[in-house]
């Protein structure tokens, strides 16, 4: 029997030991899911996302039945033989497939095909985006990378030139999604390789929100590589649009944060609070909405060492996530995790509830960790180190020292 039926099947059992007494049809009644899904659920058969996320919710498990589903899905979605379970036996493989594409961006760099367009990619580039920031990312990265290679393709096969554009621009938003997924996932070579794809994509097409967002993943990629004038300069240096407005001139706050420039940092964050949207998301940056701008605002101000002024920003950022206000898995975990950095921060630290509060983002961030939220519970653990040997701060640190590099998965 496989790791995927095992694993289902051991998933089921927890689920059914966390029931207890309680009948099928009460928790039928009190999650909105029919008694049939929860009974397939405990007798081995996988259940869904949404169920999970459902349980993990009633029994308040901090995202540990969502998680455990991710791994079983992803392995089921590679090949089978239950690879998918450890990090050295890899089924999806970002550095393999990074240098797929500086492959094809050769390739590509010596010819101009023709190109013909599917409805069907540009529906799915489409769904990438609606889920990219709920959806756990060892899970997306296989269908967007599905996508990219079926562009390329055509790409490579040549078509009529009318549908050259739409073509090019699909394969080009997914290389820049696939480069944030790589990141996330930490591979940053593999990112910096997407990154490059989706500028010479964007090189023959007018398109300024696929232009501002390979900008602002440059900047990124600057500024966790601590190069943070570079970080500055790629921010600056997109092009304008509404919809990557905020995002890029949060960035050039927190690096100008970090080159020690309260002035600078200050007045890039009034430009980002006024550039704030709430619209649905589109391909490219993520929307960038109130919730996503307080948590960026407390987390800049928090590095300036204004905690106290952080706190209540970084607050209600946290509550509009837990009130479904917001919504995304990595935006939450954040803002959880920069409310932590602000308690610390501040001129009485509250050492205690800043290690719980970090216990609980790389809970939410279970089914999907990621390299930015690891780097920042790495900053928190430094702030912790000169704190008094509390038993919080002793669990935050032992928890993240059992997150390892996220496993990436097979498309």
Request: charged letters at 25%; one cysteine or more; hydrophobic letters at 40%.
């Amino acid at each position: 029997m496989n790791e995927d039926r095992t694993g289902a099947a051991a998933l089921g059992r927890r689920i059914r030991s966390l029931r207890g007494r309680m009948s099928q049809d009460t928790l039928s009644r009190r999650i909105g899911f029919h008694r049939t899904r929860i009974s397939k659920a405990e007798n081995g058969e996988l259940p869904s996302a949404d169920l999970c996320a459902a349980l993990d919710d009633y029994w308040r498990t901090g995202g540990e039945i969502a998680a455990w589903q991710a791994r079983l899905e992803a392995a089921r979605d590679g090949d089978g033989d239950g690879a998918a379970g450890t990090d050295r036996r890899q089924v999806f493989e970002f550095s393999a497939a990074g240098l797929i594409a500086a492959d094809t961006y050769r390739r590509r760099a010596r010819r101009n095909p023709d190109v013909l367009t599917l409805t069907e990619l540009d529906d799915e580039l489409d769904g990438h985006a609606a889920v990219f920031t709920t959806t756990p990312h060892a899970i997306l990265a296989p269908r967007v990378y599905r996508t990219w290679q079926s562009a390329e393709r055509l790409l490579d096969a040549g078509a009529k030139t009318r549908a050259q554009a739409k073509l090019t621009q699909i394969a080009g938003y997914s290389a820049y999604m696939l480069s944030r997924l790589a990141f996330n996932l930490g591979d940053q070579a593999a990112s910096r390789r997407f990154v490059t794809q989706a500028g010479d994509h964007s090189d023959q097409i007018d398109d300024p929100v696929l232009t501002a967002s390979m900008a602002a993943m440059s900047s990124t990629l600057a500024f966790y590589g601590h190069q943070y004038a570079e970080a500055v300069e790629a921010a600056c240096r997109a092009p304008d649009h509404p919809y990557t407005r905020a995002r890029l001139a949060a960035y050039e706050a927190r690096a100008l944060a970090a080159l020690g420039d309260p002035a600078g940092t200050r007045e890039a964050l009034e430009r980002m609070r006024r550039a704030v949207i709430d619209v649905p998301a589109r391909p490219g940056s993520s929307p960038f909405g109130p919730a996503t701008a307080e948590s960026f605002t407390a987390g800049v101000l928090a590095r300036l060492g204004a905690g106290d002024e952080a706190e209540p920003i970084a607050r209600g950022a946290v509550d509009a996530f837990e009130r479904g206000r917001a919504v995304g898995f990595e935006d939450h975990g954040h803002a959880v995790m920069v409310l932590a950095t602000a308690l610390v921060r501040r001129p009485r630290p509250d050492t205690a509830e800043a290690a719980r509060l970090g216990m609980r983002a790389l809970a939410i961030l279970a089914a999907s960790p990621t390299q930015t939220l690891i780097s920042r519970a790495g900053r928190l653990a430094a702030d912790l180190a000169g704190q008094a040997p509390l038993p919080e701060v002793v669990d935050f640190r032992e928890r993240l020292n059992a997150v390892t590099r996220p496993a990436l998965m097979d498309g």
